[in-house]
């Protein structure tokens, strides 16, 4: 009836909304290195995290996201269940940019 829905919005969208809790935001300290468990960003089935936030540089305008991404809800028309990456530049008018496996930069 409706045609193709869009997908869940992304995690840096969402805990600019506030609807990611504090202890479901794992934030790597630089020059650290951890080991993150992301639950599944849309209809999370418990309070793990759901997104991780990894800074790019020491002025923390750019920074990568991590988000996990099922068959759930709206995501039912991803290509595949992967984890996310996004590059985020808060100084751009969009900040906010998938990383795609093959893009080098």
Not at 66 to 79: H, I, M, N, S, T
Not at 89 to 98: C, F, H, I, K, V
Request: with cysteine; proline share 6%; aromatic share 8%.
């Amino acid at each position: 009836t409706y045609g193709c829905l869009g997908q869940h919005t992304i995690s840096y969208h969402k805990d600019r909304l506030g609807w990611v809790a504090d202890e479901q935001r794992y934030e790597v300290t630089p020059g650290s290195q951890a080991t993150v468990v992301l639950e599944q960003l849309a209809l999370p089935q418990s309070e793990g995290y759901l997104m991780a936030q990894v800074p790019i540089d020491p002025g923390g305008t750019r920074f990568y996201t991590a988000e996990a991404r099922r068959w759930q809800g709206y995501d039912v028309k991803l290509p595949g269940e992967a984890v996310i990456i996004h590059e985020v530049d808060t100084s751009r008018q969009e900040p906010a940019q998938l990383r795609s496996a093959d893009r080098r930069s």
